[in-house]
């Protein structure tokens, strides 16, 4: 209201329709924020609070009993599901360490190898692509590929390389592992990309006029400046990766069970304490794991220059 | 203490630098280049694999031979993917406009702020959070705590968290560029601040908001986690998708050519505007 007869005063031709001058008086920019703010914390963060409260509640007769409980924690860890969730944090790892063995290299070289823009839009297109399809026949497709009688079985049995199929292809940690390295690779290359792509060439030329050969260059000038970019390309794979159930469930065949797919039953079933306090598991080792990787890289580097690095 | 090691570093350098420099360089290229080559062939043989499939009699099987139509004449005749599809085409066309709206107003509003760290974070937590994860939090929070009627407004609301952030990202970008000093200027000469903005910030912004609402779309297109949890009785393409590929197996051919149909019309699209985006961005 103070703005409306503020602007009402000071506006410089009185003339003008009043619709006009309301829209002159509103000031969006002082009102957006807040009004944002809060219905976003009303869509983003009570849900996170209620699924971990609500894992302390029971659910009888369709009816929320508001008497707070341990039953259900107490029945996860009964029922061995805590396994569950050492295996989903075991998978993810591995994934996110092979991701990053394999992403590294490659943004390096595309960041500060390839001379051709062309080709380097071309990759940076298709790596954008994956973000943007849909998940389940992309997956789905693999069991053609990796099954007992699919293309790479097919292959092998008719170059005389095996008599019988193999059968860990598909239906196993295997195929779940394969299913899920091309689904999280763009995650890991983009935030490296970027942080290299920022580093002054300067920087390594120096390096090299100055004699460092290129592993010297590389452990003491591309990885600290890099690591804003690592620490975010780390976050962003493992955060989905944390969740994950497409790939388990088209691919693992019932053997691979991870967090994600408990959830997944955990509702279907109507159990919903159970599947809050599941879900409560992810975020809490998430949780856990961004915390480690605060103090691992602190040293060097701050949360705020990592987001400086994702918003270039 | 660095100086030591300088000292150190100096007499290893002059041991390594020749080898070094000539042997090992290009060797890690050949390695950089193999590994993308790999994760990349990860990513799109599965999607040509699945487009050769779409003519193969039995999808599943590894050999696409005999090659036949049938898929694509059983999905002609099973109208049960129409509904889904129009569902995805128009919801993600609405959260595609909200994105564009919301990401314009907060995001310039945003880069106004003097801290805005605070601010930012919150905006971008849904992407510190799996999506499977959101999608059982609003579950629980809409459906048993508030006890609402799920349905297609849920879905709107979870693809919403989804593609906002990445929106908002995209704004960001290009507004923290614009230059506030040309809206001194402008308001020195008399313009109202409806004319400023749509005469002077609305020019620079426009191609963050067109992105905006590109990204927003095909964000929301093929959301699944939260859909999935959040739908009540309502379809997607992504849960039709999902619905065939989990449990029943004689239904996987319909959605391999369903998904070669939409890929051939969408894999265009996204290339060239992926492609003058990105062009665009680093001329600018």
């Known amino acids: 209201m103070t703005s409306l007869s503020r602007s009402d005063t000071s506006a410089p031709s009185p003339r003008r329709p009043f619709a006009k001058r309301l829209l002159d008086g509103l000031s969006p920019s002082r009102l957006a924020v807040p009004v944002f703010l809060l219905s976003w914390s009303f869509l983003v963060l009570a849900p996170l609070v209620v699924i971990v409260l609500f894992s302390f509640l029971q659910v009888k007769a369709y009816r929320v009993v508001y008497v707070p409980t341990l039953d259900t924690w107490v029945s996860l860890i009964d029922s061995g599901r805590w396994m569950t969730a050492v295996r989903t944090l075991r998978i993810g790892l591995t994934m996110t360490v092979i991701e990053l063995l394999l992403a590294f290299p490659f943004a390096l070289w595309l960041a500060k190898g390839c001379k051709s823009k062309t080709f380097k839009s071309v990759i ?15 997956i789905i497709v693999w069991r053609s590929i990796l099954g007992t009688n699919g293309a790479i079985n097919t292959a092998l049995m008719s170059l005389g390389i095996t008599d ?34 920022l580093i002054d060439d300067d920087y390594i030329q120096a390096s090299q006029d100055l004699g460092a050969g290129p592993a010297q260059t590389l452990f003491n000038i591309i990885l600290p400046m890099a ?21 388990p469930q088209l691919l693992g065949g019932g053997f691979v069970d991870l967090l994600g797919n408990s959830v997944n039953s955990a509702l279907q079933q109507l159990k919903y304490p159970t599947a809050a306090a599941l879900s409560t598991v992810v ?3 998430l949780g856990l794991c961004l915390v480690v990787l605060i103090l691992v890289t602190r040293k060097r580097h701050d949360m705020a220059s990592m987001f400086m690095a994702i918003r270039r | 203490m ?3 090691t300088l000292t150190q570093d100096r007499a290893e350098r002059a041991q390594t630098k020749r080898h070094s420099r000539l042997g090992q360089s290009t060797g890690w290229i050949t390695l950089a280049k193999v590994f993308g080559v790999v994760a990349l062939a990860m990513i799109y043989i599965p999607l040509l694999w699945l487009a050769v499939m779409s003519f193969a009699a039995s999808p599943l099987s590894g050999v696409p031979f005999p090659l036949t ?5 059983q999905l002609g005749g099973d109208g049960r993917w129409l509904p889904p599809l129009w569902t995805s085409v128009w919801l993600s066309g609405l959260v595609a406009l909200v994105c564009m709206l919301i990401a314009t107003v907060v995001g310039r509003s945003i880069t106004r702020m003097r801290r805005p760290g605070g601010v930012i974070l919150l905006t971008l937590l849904p992407l510190f959070v799996p999506g499977l994860t959101t999608g059982a939090a609003l579950f629980i929070f809409l459906r048993t705590i508030l006890e609402l009627k799920l349905g297609i407004w849920s879905i709107f609301l979870g693809q919403l968290v989804w593609a906002l952030p990445f929106c908002m990202l995209l704004i960001l970008v290009i507004a923290s560029r614009f230059d506030l000093r040309l809206l001194e200027a402008a308001e020195d000469l008399g313009a109202s601040p409806w004319r400023r903005f749509w005469d002077i910030e609305m020019p620079i912004l426009r191609p963050g908001i067109f992105g905006a609402g590109i990204f927003g779309f095909l964000l929301s297109f093929n959301e699944l986690p939260r859909s999935l949890f959040l739908r009540g009785l309502e379809t997607t393409l992504p849960i039709y998708n999902w619905a065939m590929a989990a449990s029943q197996q004689s239904q996987v051919p319909i959605i391999f050519s369903l998904t070669t149909i939409i890929l051939a019309v969408t894999l265009p699209v996204m290339g060239a505007f992926f492609w003058v985006l990105f062009v665009k961005l680093d001329k600018s």
């Open chain 1, 124 to 138: 940076i297109t298709l790596l954008t692509i994956p973000f943007f399809l849909d998940a389940s026949s992309r």
């Open chain 1, 164 to 197: 019988s199929p193999i059968d860990w292809l598909l239906y196993s940690e295997f195929a779940v592992h394969f299913g899920l390295l091309g689904t999280h690779f763009p995650t890991m290359v983009f935030p490296i990309f970027m942080s290299i792509a």
């Open chain 2, 69 to 73: 139509l049938d898929n694509y004449r």
């Open chain 1, 283 to 285: 975020v809490a080792l």
């Open chain 2, 2 to 4: 660095s100086t030591m």
């Open chain 1, 227 to 247: 690591l804003p970019g690592i620490v975010a390309g780390i976050v962003f794979t493992l955060v989905p990766l944390m969740a994950a159930f497409v790939e």
